[in-house]
């Protein structure tokens, strides 16, 4: 089974230029999370989807940023205008739906990101 | 101050030596704890999860959480050249649905 899939991988972009990246998820996996990783830091969360809505994107910066999930299977995260600061791993993540006892854990399901750097 | 904590390392360690890695945590409603190992130039894969306080083992990897402190570990018994990468603790309030809250990550360099 093929696991998530990102693109492009690495990303280099002059500041204020726009800049998308795209993830497709695990077949089946109806919640999809974009996660930004900055360099010696743990990932943190931009935004999660279930299916296509958007039910956490309190840390999104939305003057800048954007993301969609039209169909509820891929996404496209986007940034314009792109800032220095905007350097980081962008990792996207899904998992299924929730199910089984409450001692179980709903595994996330990480792709290999995308390493944008703002020059 | 950082929900999670975690010492960046690095930590350096002979193979077969036993390696402890540690975060504490101030959210008292986290209830899974995760450990993530992370390869450079790759994402993080789950290597092991814990619900609530208690031990689990999974051959050289061993989770412990302890809530009345907020301290969790994760021991790798038997160390590897290849266990040589990033380990990331996460953490989560609900199940896996929800967003994980992230350790900063502890690098362990395994010498051979």
């Known amino acids: 089974e093929a696991g998530v899939v990102q693109s492009p991988r690495y990303k280099i972009i002059e500041k204020k230029q726009p800049v998308a990246f795209w993830c497709n998820p695990i077949?089946?996996?109806?919640?999809l999370y974009w996660y930004r990783q900055n360099l010696g830091q743990g990932p943190e969360l931009l935004i999660r989807?279930?299916?296509?809505?958007?039910?956490?994107d309190s840390q999104l910066p939305k003057d800048r940023f954007s993301a969609e999930r039209l169909k509820g299977v891929d996404s496209t995260l986007k940034i314009q205008p792109a800032e220095l600061g905007d350097s980081a791993v962008y990792l996207c993540?899904?998992?299924?739906?929730?199910?089984?006892?409450?001692?179980?854990?709903?595994?996330?399901?990480f792709g290999p990101g995308t390493r944008l750097t703002v020059l | 101050q950082k929900e999670v904590e975690q010492d960046p390392g690095p930590l350096s360690v002979p193979e077969g030596a036993i390696v402890s890695l540690n975060c504490t945590y101030s959210?008292?409603?986290?209830?899974?704890f995760m450990w993530y190992r992370q390869y450079s130039r790759k994402g993080p894969e789950l290597l092991m999860y814990t619900y609530s306080s208690g031990n689990k083992e999974d051959g050289r990897f061993t989770a412990q959480v302890d809530k009345s402190s907020k301290y969790i570990s994760l021991f790798i018994r038997d160390s590897q050249p290849s266990d040589s990468a990033t380990y990331l603790c996460a953490m989560s309030g609900d199940t896996g649905r929800r967003a994980l809250t992230f350790g900063s990550g502890t690098r362990l360099q395994v010498q051979p």
């Open positions: 993540a899904s998992s299924s739906r929730q199910g089984g006892p409450l001692s179980s854990y709903n595994e996330q399901f």
């Open positions: 077949s089946g996996h109806n919640t």
């Open positions: 959210n008292s409603a986290f209830q899974y």
């Open positions: 989807y279930e299916n296509e809505e958007a039910v956490d």
